[in-house]
C-alpha cells in the first residue's frame, strides 16, 4: 500500500486553495461539529502532524479485534448487513466533494481546480461504475449487495433504506425506520453530520483520512481468509474488500491526501475542521467495529452501547 502518512512525496510545493470562499464550516455548523473535542485554530497545521495526531486512533482501528473473529460464514453474514451502510455513506462523502469541488450544474462552468476535479472524478469513475474482471459494470455498493447475497445476509434492511432514499425521506429518519442495525445507523448519523456541514475541509478529511487512508489495512487480513473460503459463498466479498485494497491503496488514498493539503491550504481554521472530522470519523468506524464484535461474541448483546 502507498501509506499516505509516510509518503512526503504525495504532498504539492505549494498547494493552492480550493473552494477556499465556502472551504471553511460556518459558525452555526461549528457548533453542531461532529466532535467537541478541539476549538477553532488549534490541532495540526501541517499534513505530517495531522497523520501523526491521528495514529493513536487510526492503530486501534487496523488492530481491531474484529477482524480475527471473522471465522464463519454467520459472522461474515452478520458484518456485511452492518458493514453495507457504511459502503453506501462512502459514496454520500464522495458525492459531497464532487459536488462541492466540480460543476455538475446546468448549464455548465469550469468550477475550482482542475487538479481537483480530476481526482474527484476519477474516483467517483472506479466507485459508481467499477470494470469488474468479468466484464460488467457495477457500483461498488452493488456488487457488495451481491456479496450479501452469496452469504445469504438480510437484505431487508438495505434495501429498505434504499426504497426510502429514492421516496426522498430524511436520512436519518429513512435509516431508522428501515431497521438497520443499532451501531450501523449511528455510524451514518456520524456521517451524516459531516455531509450536511457542507463543509469542504471537514468532508475532505473524513474521506481521506477515515476511509481511503485506512481502508487497505483493515480489508487485507479479511481477504486473506477469505481467500480459505468457498468462493460461491464469499467470492463477490473477497473482490469487493481486494478492489479496494488495491485501489485505495495504490491509487486513490494518495490522490485523496493530495487533493486535502490542497483544500486546507494554510488556513489553520480548516486544519483543525480536518483535525476534527477525521477524529470522529475514526472513532464511529471503532465504535461500529465494535458493535459487530460484541454482536459475533453474545448475539443478545446487538443493542448493546447504542
Same mark, same amino acid.
Given at each position: 500500500?502507498?501509506?499516505?502518512?509516510?509518503?512526503s512525496?504525495? !504532498?504539492?510545493?505549494?498547494?493552492s486553495?480550493v473552494?477556499?470562499?465556502d472551504?471553511?464550516?460556518?459558525d452555526?455548523?461549528?457548533?453542531?461539529r461532529?466532535?467537541?473535542e478541539?476549538?477553532?485554530?488549534?490541532g495540526?497545521?501541517?499534513?505530517d502532524a495531522?497523520?501523526?495526531?491521528?495514529?493513536p486512533?487510526?492503530?486501534?482501528?487496523?488492530d481491531?479485534? !474484529?477482524?480475527?473473529?471473522?471465522?464463519?460464514?454467520?459472522?461474515?453474514?452478520l458484518?456485511?448487513?452492518?458493514?453495507?451502510?457504511a459502503?453506501?455513506? +462512502?459514496?454520500?462523502?464522495?458525492?459531497?466533494?464532487?459536488?462541492?469541488?466540480?460543476?455538475?450544474?446546468?448549464?455548465w462552468?469550469?468550477?475550482g481546480?482542475?487538479?481537483?476535479?480530476?481526482?474527484?472524478?476519477?474516483?467517483?469513475?472506479?466507485e459508481e461504475?467499477?470494470?469488474?474482471?468479468?466484464?460488467?459494470?457495477?457500483?461498488?455498493l452493488?456488487?457488495y449487495?451481491?456479496?450479501?447475497?452469496? !452469504?445469504?445476509?438480510?437484505?431487508?434492511?438495505?434495501?429498505?433504506?434504499?426504497?426510502?432514499i429514492?421516496r426522498?425521506?430524511?436520512?436519518?429518519?429513512?435509516?431508522t425506520?428501515?431497521?438497520?442495525?443499532c451501531?450501523?445507523?449511528? +455510524?451514518v448519523?456520524s456521517?451524516?453530520?459531516?455531509?450536511?456541514?457542507?463543509?469542504?475541509?471537514?468532508?475532505?478529511?473524513?474521506?481521506?483520512?477515515? /476511509?481511503?487512508?485506512?481502508?487497505p489495512?483493515m480489508?487485507?487480513?479479511?481477504?486473506?481468509?477469505?481467500?480459505?473460503?468457498?468462493? =460461491? /459463498?464469499?467470492?463477490?466479498?473477497?473482490?469487493?474488500?481486494?478492489?479496494?485494497? =488495491?485501489?485505495?491503496?495504490d =491509487?486513490?488514498?494518495?490522490a485523496?491526501?493530495?487533493l486535502?493539503? =490542497?483544500?486546507?491550504?494554510?488556513?489553520?481554521?480548516?486544519?483543525?475542521?480536518a483535525?476534527?472530522?477525521?477524529?470522529?470519523?475514526?472513532k464511529? /468506524?471503532?465504535?461500529?467495529?465494535?458493535?459487530? !464484535?460484541?454482536?459475533?461474541?453474545?448475539?443478545?448483546?446487538s443493542?448493546?452501547g447504542?
Amino acid at each position: 500500500m502507498s501509506d499516505i502518512a509516510s509518503s512526503s512525496a504525495l !504532498l504539492p510545493d505549494s498547494p493552492s486553495p480550493v473552494g477556499r470562499a465556502d472551504s471553511r464550516a460556518t459558525d452555526s455548523q461549528v457548533a453542531d461539529r461532529p466532535t467537541g473535542e478541539l476549538r477553532r485554530a488549534e490541532g495540526p497545521r501541517d499534513f505530517d502532524a495531522l497523520v501523526r495526531a491521528l495514529e493513536p486512533l487510526r492503530r486501534q482501528l487496523v488492530d481491531h479485534e !474484529l477482524y480475527r473473529r471473522l471465522r464463519t460464514t454467520d459472522d461474515l453474514s452478520l458484518f456485511v448487513s452492518h458493514h453495507v451502510f457504511a459502503v453506501w455513506d +462512502f459514496m454520500s462523502l464522495l458525492k459531497s466533494l464532487q459536488r462541492e469541488l466540480t460543476s455538475v450544474d446546468v448549464p455548465w462552468t469550469p468550477k475550482g481546480s482542475p487538479a481537483a476535479r480530476r481526482a474527484i472524478n476519477q474516483i467517483v469513475l472506479a466507485e459508481e461504475s467499477d470494470l469488474l474482471p468479468d466484464g460488467r459494470v457495477l457500483s461498488h455498493l452493488e456488487l457488495y449487495r451481491e456479496a450479501m447475497e452469496q !452469504l445469504g445476509a438480510d437484505l431487508g434492511p438495505i434495501d429498505d433504506f434504499l426504497a426510502r432514499i429514492q421516496r426522498r425521506q430524511g436520512v436519518v429518519e429513512a435509516i431508522t425506520q428501515a431497521g438497520a442495525p443499532c451501531h450501523a445507523r449511528s +455510524f451514518v448519523q456520524s456521517t451524516w453530520r459531516i455531509v450536511k456541514s457542507r463543509s469542504v475541509p471537514m468532508i475532505a478529511a473524513a474521506f481521506t483520512l477515515g /476511509r481511503e487512508d485506512v481502508i487497505p489495512e483493515m480489508f487485507r487480513g479479511i481477504v486473506e481468509h477469505l481467500n480459505t473460503q468457498s468462493p =460461491e /459463498r464469499t467470492g463477490a466479498l473477497a473482490l469487493y474488500l481486494q478492489r479496494h485494497v =488495491e485501489l485505495d491503496g495504490d =491509487e486513490h488514498g494518495p490522490a485523496a491526501a493530495r487533493l486535502l493539503v =490542497e483544500v486546507l491550504g494554510d488556513d489553520a481554521n480548516a486544519w483543525a475542521d480536518a483535525h476534527n472530522a477525521a477524529r470522529a470519523s475514526l472513532k464511529a /468506524r471503532i465504535a461500529l467495529w465494535d458493535g459487530v !464484535l460484541a454482536q459475533i461474541r453474545s448475539p443478545s448483546s446487538s443493542a448493546a452501547g447504542c
